[in-house]
Nanobody
């Protein structure tokens, strides 16, 4: 059973930054795509960012990434497979970024944004951005 534990949420003023972390259990972390989703009060959960697995046969420094338009240019997803951890660096935060942020592990190693493609979820961490 895979467990995902998010941390790093909190209260920040608009324009500020936060870094979320998600620690995963299990030995196969590196072979799966990881994603971040969020759910604001009264709204459905939505995709934020995803990072694919890192192919051992290709010498790039990190997996492929993809972002929701609403966070592109402000948020950065990254992963450290040695630590079984995925990160979400959030800069220039806006009040509309206020939500519970969830880390999730995909069923595969490729880029995917659909919730149904993620089969393991963390418990969520609250991010509140004040104006």
């Amino acid at each position: 059973q895979v467990q995902l534990v998010e941390s790093g949420g909190g209260l920040v003023q608009a324009g500020g930054s936060l870094r979320l972390s998600c620690a995963a259990s299990g030995r196969t972390f590196r072979t799966f795509t990881m994603g971040w989703f969020r759910q604001a009060p009264g709204k459905e959960r939505e995709f934020v960012a995803t990072i694919s697995s890192i192919s051992p046969s290709i010498s790039w420094s990190g997996g492929s990434t993809y972002y929701a338009n609403s966070v592109k240019g402000r948020f950065t997803i990254s992963r450290d497979d040695a630590k079984n951890t995925v990160y979400l660096q959030m800069n220039s935060l806006k009040p509309e970024d206020t939500a519970v942020y969830y880390c999730a592990r995909s069923r595969t190693g490729g880029i995917t944004v659909g919730e149904r493609e993620y089969n393991y979820w963390g418990q969520g961490t609250q991010v509140t951005v004040s104006s």
